[in-house]
């Protein structure tokens, strides 16, 4: 049997703005063939990631194990979600909520990967 594209979405709160989240997130969606986006929030970081189950799984499992130095998650929300049929993962513009709730870094300098 043939396993199916799924989708979810996942809500990332903690330090993970001004840390280089995004451009990790991004590659990994890449290492792991997903598709979908990520984007900045008010409350935090917010993904709609789309795939094969598997990759999905080792995908959520690598983006609390493996993050940037500086970044620090403090909680997921982690949901299934419609699939959008998206073709590529990317980095869209920062949502805004009339709320803000997330942690800020203090200011650091890029990293060489980063650049």
Do not use: W
């Not at 396993?3 to 979405?9: D, L, V």
């Not at 969606?29 to 598709?35: E, F, I, M, S, W």
Request: net charge neutral; aromatic share 6%.
């Amino acid at each position: 049997m043939k396993e199916k594209y799924i989708a979810h979405s996942l809500k990332i709160n903690g330090i993970v703005q001004g840390v280089g989240f995004r451009p990790f997130v991004y590659q990994l969606a890449k290492q792991y063939n997903l598709t979908g986006e990520i984007a900045n929030t008010s409350s935090g970081v917010s993904v709609h990631i789309e795939g094969m189950p598997g990759s999905i799984e080792a995908f959520s499992k690598d983006l609390v194990e493996k993050g940037p130095p500086l970044a620090q998650i403090t909680e997921i929300q982690e949901r299934p979600e419609p699939l959008m049929g998206m073709e590529r993962f990317s980095i869209v513009k920062s949502r805004g909520q009339s709320k803000v709730t997330t942690l800020i870094s203090p200011d650091v300098s890029i990293c060489h990967d980063c650049l």
